[in-house]
């Protein structure tokens, strides 16, 4: 079996498709490799499939009226996104970005909606797919209208708290690596602001940044000072022996984008 049928296999719209319904997906899949920097898609493109992301990380955005980038959200291994083509051949409406070298599994609309007639169960999973992407979209226009710099920008550190954190003796430490530049783009914020603001959380001592990592050194008074609760970061679990056919089994479950 190919590394394609398990990632399918492990993508919880699909987990409890026969193994032969895995595999006739798998044949109209179309499995895709893109460098970092290079454009998945376009406003405009004919959004004609839902992808995968197996390995790497993509950024999804819109342009402001002045050029300027938007980001809507960060995708990592095991997320899927462009799903509206499951729903309609419409065309995409976002940029998609690879920020690093990444691989990516296209899967065409019509046969996720020859599933969803056939299989209840992956009309559901569709369904609480456009609740979480609409949930997140509507915290981060909440976020945009109703809180300041600051509050964004302690947010944003939260939620990647919350999605790239790991404890550490001095707090919960960040493994993604952002530029104020992209942290910017993600609050609607310019870079000098991002600067001076994480200059202010540096001074009251709430995070710390050596050579591009942040560290919340004091989680739970960042928390507080937005009213959200404090970032909960999963314990690793032990990683389990290779299949016998070569493919990892570590691999990551395939699952909705968190909002």
């Known amino acids: 079996?190919?590394?394609?049928?398990?990632?399918?296999?492990?993508?919880v719209l699909f987990e409890r498709l026969s193994p032969e319904e895995v595999r006739q997906l798998e044949a109209v899949s179309r499995f895709r490799r893109v460098k970092r920097g290079e454009m998945i898609y376009l406003p405009a493109d004919a959004?004609?499939?839902m992808l995968l992301l197996s390995e790497g990380r993509v950024k999804i955005y819109h342009l402001t009226g002045e050029g300027k980038q938007a980001v809507l959200g960060l995708i990592e291994p095991g997320e899927i996104f462009g799903e509206l083509a499951i729903l309609e051949q419409s065309?995409?409406?976002?940029?998609?970005?690879?920020?690093?070298?990444?691989?990516?599994?296209?899967?065409p609309g019509?046969?996720?909606?020859?599933?969803?007639?056939?299989?209840?169960?992956?009309?559901?999973?569709?369904?609480?797919?456009?609740?979480?992407?609409r949930k997140r979209i509507e915290r981060r226009l909440k976020s945009?209208?109703?809180?300041?710099?600051?509050?964004?920008?302690?947010?944003?550190?939260l939620d990647l708290a919350e999605k790239y954190g790991r404890t550490?003796?001095?707090?919960?430490?960040?493994?993604?690596?952002?530029?104020?530049q992209e942290m910017a783009n993600m609050i609607g914020s310019t870079r000098?602001?991002?600067?001076?603001?994480?200059?202010?959380?540096?001074?009251?001592?709430?995070?710390?940044?050596?050579k591009r990592v942040v560290?919340?050194?004091?989680?739970?008074?960042?928390a507080i000072s937005v009213e959200q609760p404090p970032p909960v970061i999963p314990v690793p679990t032990p990683k389990s022996n290779p299949r016998p056919d070569g493919v990892s089994a570590d691999r990551p479950a395939i699952r909705p984008e968190s909002p």
């Open 144 to 157: 945009l209208l109703f809180r300041s710099n600051r509050e964004r920008l302690t947010a944003l550190l």
């Open 1 to 11: 079996m190919t590394e394609q049928f398990w990632f399918l296999k492990r993508c």
């Open 168 to 180: 550490s003796s001095r707090g919960i430490e960040l493994t993604i690596k952002l530029s104020h």
């Open 192 to 210: 000098e602001t991002v600067t001076v603001v994480l200059g202010e959380l540096l001074y009251e001592r709430l995070i710390d940044v050596q």
């Open 91 to 107: 065309p995409r409406e976002e940029f998609a970005e690879a920020m690093i070298n990444s691989s990516l599994l296209l899967v």
């Open 47 to 49: 959004g004609e499939a």
């Open 110 to 133: 019509q046969a996720v909606r020859d599933l969803m007639d056939a299989h209840p169960v992956v009309s559901l999973e569709v369904t609480r797919l456009m609740g979480l992407r």
């Open 215 to 222: 560290t919340l050194l004091k989680p739970e008074a960042l």
